[in-house]
């Protein structure tokens, strides 16, 4: 399996779709993006609609504790993956 890690704050929603389209639109079958965030519940909310516009992608959306440097939380995305 092939994890795509993305850590984001969640305050770049075209960005982020962008993001998660291109990982959509690929066609090894066994891959899977991990999305990962420190913030409140309403910005996973509207992460999670953005991941849903793609059904058929393996998608997970992961929220973390606020308070956490870059680097931990891409090691809690690599944990994850």
Not at 46 to 59: D, N, V, Y
Request: hydrophobic share 55%.
């Amino acid at each position: 399996m092939i994890s795509c890690l993305c850590v984001t704050r969640g305050d770049r929603a075209g960005l982020l779709a962008e993001a998660i389209a291109d990982f959509a639109a690929q066609t090894l079958a066994d891959r899977e993006l991990i999305i990962l965030h420190d913030r409140a519940p309403d910005v996973h909310a509207a992460i999670a609609a953005l991941a849903g516009a793609h059904p058929a992608a393996e998608i997970r959306v992961l929220a973390a504790p606020p308070g956490h440097s870059l680097g931990a939380l891409r090691n809690m995305a690599l944990a994850a993956a």
